[in-house]
């Protein structure tokens, strides 16, 4: 199943899965150094979500979270900001934090010299794509059956873009870090990490729901950095759900 399929079909939400420019089933342009910058993508979302009958509940995974960050917050150059009135929730899974990922990096070598290079390397040069078993360990938890790894690479393999979601020089010079939330911000954030996410760890979710103010963190026991696919993905599944049965309350 999976969580998204979990959170739809089975529990009666209307779920919409949005592809990011030259990704997924996007149209690619295999000459473009990248994709877009986060406040294109941030456009992309706007005008996603300016079609929907409802104000969503918008749930965005590791990069695609930081995204999702800023499209709600906007920034001081642009007009462009979310508000209750346009997007109910945001959940955020092991998401890259709102300062970028320069003290995650950081804190990862500390614990795990020879593993942090190896895991910066396998995200500089995609050899993950290349190699299942760095696959299972930067992504994955160790217990995966066989089956569902396969499964998972095989689509990671004929789904993933050759065009860069972003420039990432240019997004540590220009974009980063995001804005702090206006006194006017009203928007319910979670943010949700595994405790055996070698990518993302719990200080990265505890900052990023710190920076939103009213934000709340929460470390699954058990979980990678794939909380929607990985071996316990029912577990993330039935946090978010009670998180927006709480919301549904105030709504």
């Not at 979990?6 to 030259?22: I, P």
Request: hydrophobic share 40%; aromatic share 8%; glycine share 8%.
């Amino acid at each position: 199943m999976g969580l998204v399929t979990q959170l739809g079909a089975t529990r009666g939400y209307d779920t919409y899965a949005v592809s990011f420019r030259c990704q997924g089933s996007s149209d690619r342009q295999s000459s473009a150094k990248s994709a877009g910058t986060l406040a294109s993508h941030s456009e992309d979302i706007q005008h996603f979500i300016s079609t929907l009958p409802r104000p969503p509940v918008i749930l965005a995974h590791s990069f695609g979270g930081l995204i999702a960050q800023r499209y709600v917050l906007g920034s001081k150059h642009s007009v462009l900001c979310a508000d209750r009135a346009s997007t109910a929730g945001l959940v955020l899974l092991g998401s890259a934090p709102p300062y970028g990922n320069g003290s995650l990096v950081g804190r990862t070598f500390r614990r795990r010299p020879l593993f942090s290079i190896r895991l910066t390397w396998g995200f500089i040069t995609r050899s993950y794509a290349r190699s299942m078993p760095l696959f299972r360990d930067m992504f994955m938890s160790s217990d995966i059956p066989d089956k569902d790894l396969q499964r998972y690479y095989q689509l990671l393999q004929t789904n993933m873009s050759p065009v860069q979601l972003v420039d990432f020089r240019e997004l540590n010079k220009h974009e980063l870090p995001l804005q702090r939330p206006g006194p006017a911000f009203s928007i319910p954030v979670l943010a949700l990490c595994g405790d055996q996410d070698v990518v993302v760890d719990l200080e990265a979710a505890e900052e990023t729901a710190a920076h939103f103010g009213q934000g709340s963190a929460i470390e699954l026991k058990g979980m990678a950095h794939d909380l929607m696919l990985d071996t316990r993905w029912q577990q993330a599944a039935s946090t978010i759900l009670e998180w927006l049965h709480g919301l549904e309350e105030t709504l």
